[in-house]
């Protein structure tokens, strides 16, 4: 019988990537997608019946309340699900691996190039939730933290990635105002899936950077998408940070992959290569197929 890993999460963005990659990048284990719909996991009764009755060998935690605005509206629903779930989660799998999703947004972003040996300084309410998650976890040598940060793709209702809320902006008559001082350092969704997978098949604990090998501002974001998002055109506002209103949001969170890298079989990309390196292969755009990046 093949081991099997749960995805938490797996209707979200990055689980459902993580699901339905598996077969390519996990072909020797079972993988169980785990949606909000087959289980709560503020309910800890349940969440301990499923993962008994699953019995895994390896957890990938995706599930969160993962909108910075949203926590900040419901911090009381964001402590539940992002610390509170994670932790018992981590508790059931104390004996198994156990990688545990965070964010970059654990940064205060004053800094930029953030190792895993950086100070964080949350100034977000979800970013606190984030960190207080990870301590948790990582009090078990065993367990993983993989901190990300902005994830392109699709997702199962149009309605979880940065292009598909800016395509949905566009298409409803919507300016969208992107950052020109404000950097991040994307990843394709299934880029992540893979380095997460391959993660889980070689158990190895501790903390991560994960992010795209390019440092890009919104605006510049916006910019590379616009040959593959015609509806975007005439849309994109150029902006400036200090005009934000709502959760403070961190300057600048690239963060340096060294130590990842080091354990993957493939080169993490930078998000202009991985578009162009689509059009030189005529492959869809958010699909995962190994190139020469
Ligand atoms: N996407 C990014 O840019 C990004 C950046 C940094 C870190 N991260 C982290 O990476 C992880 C995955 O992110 P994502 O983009 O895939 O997030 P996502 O699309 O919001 O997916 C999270 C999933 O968790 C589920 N969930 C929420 N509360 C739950 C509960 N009580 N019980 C069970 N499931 C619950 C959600 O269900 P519903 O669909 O029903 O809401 C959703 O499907 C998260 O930990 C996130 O904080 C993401």
Redesign the pocket.
């Known amino acids: 019988m093949k081991p099997r890993v749960i995805v938490?999460?797996?209707?979200?963005?990055?689980?459902?990537?993580c699901v339905t990659s598996a077969s390519r990048w996990a072909p020797d284990w079972d993988v169980q997608g785990?949606?909000?719909?087959?289980?709560?996991?503020?309910?800890r009764a349940a969440t301990e019946q499923t993962w008994r009755h699953l019995t895994p060998n390896a957890v990938i935690?995706?599930?969160?309340?993962?909108?910075t605005k949203d926590c900040e509206q419901n911090p009381q629903l964001a402590r539940?699900?992002?610390v509170d779930?994670t932790a018992y989660l981590a508790g059931l799998s104390k004996d198994i691996p156990f990688i545990?999703?965070?964010?970059?947004?654990v940064f205060d972003g004053q800094q930029g190039w953030y190792r895993e040996r950086d100070a964080p300084n949350p100034i977000n309410f979800?970013g606190k939730t984030?960190l207080e998650a990870e301590r948790l976890v990582l009090q078990n040598p065993r367990h993983t933290v993989v901190?990300?940060?902005?994830?392109a793709g699709t997702?199962?209702?149009g309605d979880?990635?940065?292009v598909e809320d800016m395509c949905r902006a566009a298409k409803s008559g919507k300016s969208v105002t992107l950052y020109a001082d404000e950097y991040r350092c994307?990843l394709p969704?299934g880029v992540?899936a893979r380095a997460i997978l391959e993660l889980s098949n070689k158990n190895v604990p501790g903390l991560h950077h994960l992010g795209g090998r390019e440092r890009l501002s919104r605006w510049e974001i916006g910019q590379a998408l616009l040959p593959w998002y015609p509806e975007l055109q005439g849309c994109l506002v150029k902006g400036c940070a200090r005009d934000h209103t709502g959760a403070l949001r961190p300057a600048d969170l690239s963060l340096n992959c060294e130590k990842i890298q080091a354990r993957l079989s493939f080169p993490i990309p930078g998000f202009r290569s991985w578009l162009k390196d689509r059009v030189h292969r005529g492959v869809d755009l958010w699909d995962y197929e190994p190139a020469r990046l």
């Open positions: 938490t999460g797996a209707a979200g963005l990055i689980g459902r990537y785990l949606s909000r719909a087959d289980l709560d996991l503020t309910d935690h995706c599930a969160a309340l993962s909108r539940r699900i992002n779930a545990f999703l965070s964010s970059g947004e979800y984030k901190r990300i940060v902005l994830t997702s199962q209702n979880r990635s940065f994307p969704a992540i």
